[in-house]
């Protein structure tokens, strides 16, 4: 845990024992690091299968075991690291972060670490810790920021900025275009052609209406015929089964 503002008083360390026993932590010890790994306390309790053991600094308040300073460092620079010891001298579990390790800091194995392989530094009053139980031995992957500290509880996730889909664009329907819809601009592109002529050409004027007059007769002709043979048929249809209207009549069903 980075406080926020001074450090001096109000760090802490959480610790969580996921075993179905208890683990007894009679000298077992906290050791921090910067250049190289030093103590920074021994402890005694025993911490409950899947409970919580909270080391503080004396300004936290509900606490554990309280020590007059833990001193950890919050990166910025180079890379840190905090391990837990068994009292066999056992390094039981790790972290580091912030990078690079130009201190040739090294793991539980011996080998030095990685920057590729250590968490994020921690920022001012955030925390750094894991979500869930992943212990895999590379701080990169096991450890994270979280942006609301909880000493004694489980690591709250941090909150995923959600985007709400934006809706399709729906273009309006286009209308076809069809020789209906270009006739009546086709009969006045003829009538403005028409009067462009007929100024330099009376023969031409006479000609085009004569034009007009067998085209047009001819139309009312075929309109004619084909009322006389709507007629008809439906006359026919009426002498047969019932008036033509009733064959478009919607009954409703029983």
Known sequence: MNPEGSDLGFEWIEFYNPTKEAVDFMDW???AAGKNFALVTTMGETIDTQEYFLLCEPKVLECNLYVEKLGFQNGGSATDGIRLVS???ETVDELFYDSPNSNFLTDLTGNIVLDSETAEAITS???LGRLGIIDNDNSATEFQ???KP????INEPPT???TTPSSPTVEPPQLANTGQNLQPFMFLSVIILFFILSKYSAKLSSAFFNLLNDLYGKDKEKAGSEANNDSKNCNGKNSKEGSYQEAFTIHPQD
């Open 29 to 31: 010890s906290v050791e």
């Open 87 to 89: 009292n066999l001298g």
């Open 125 to 127: 009053a955030k925390s």
């Open 145 to 147: 920021i979280f942006d």
């Open 150 to 153: 909880t000493p004694g509880d």
């Open 160 to 162: 995923k900025a959600t």
